[in-house]
Nanobody, 128 residues
Framework: QVRLAESGGGLVQAGGSLRLSCAASGRTFSRNAMGWFRQAPGKERDFVAAIGWSGVSTNYAESVKGRFTISRDNAKNTVYLQMNSLKPEDTAVYYC?????????????????????WGQGTQVTVSS
């Protein structure tokens, strides 16, 4: 059974940092794109960041560019999201996602329909 398990969320003051991790199990995603989305209360799930299989291609939402960094360790089947200079508007449940396409996914998709597996989410709360 495929599972994506997020960790690293929590409560942090504005200006602080958190590092989210997403460990995949049940299959390898070393040749697939992976990403992060987030959903704030009462809002739709929004794209945050994505990374192609090699790590060369990355994509970020405008609101997090320059503050968040996505990376991956294919040997560990894990993707990370380093979040710096956090703002109260970053408060949300953060979801890890992975695509399941055949072949090597070089690009870093921004849309939820491009992905096939989703984690349960981890809460990030930024206090002002």
């Amino acid at each position: 059974q495929v599972r994506l398990a997020e960790s690293g969320g929590g409560l942090v003051q504005a200006g602080g940092s958190l590092r989210l991790s997403c460990a995949a199990s049940g299959r390898t995603f070393s040749r697939n794109a992976m990403g992060w989305f987030r959903q704030a209360p009462g809002k739709e799930r929004d794209f945050v960041a994505a990374i192609g299989w090699s790590g060369v291609s990355t994509n970020y939402a405008e609101s997090v560019k320059g503050r968040f960094t996505i990376s991956r360790d294919n040997a560990k089947n894990t993707v990370y999201l380093q979040m710096n200079s956090l703002k109260p508007e970053d408060t949300a449940v953060y979801y890890c996602t992975a695509d399941a396409s055949f072949g090597s996914r070089w690009d870093a998709p921004r849309f939820g329909y491009e992905y096939d597996y989703w984690g349960q989410g981890t809460q990030v709360t930024v206090s002002s």
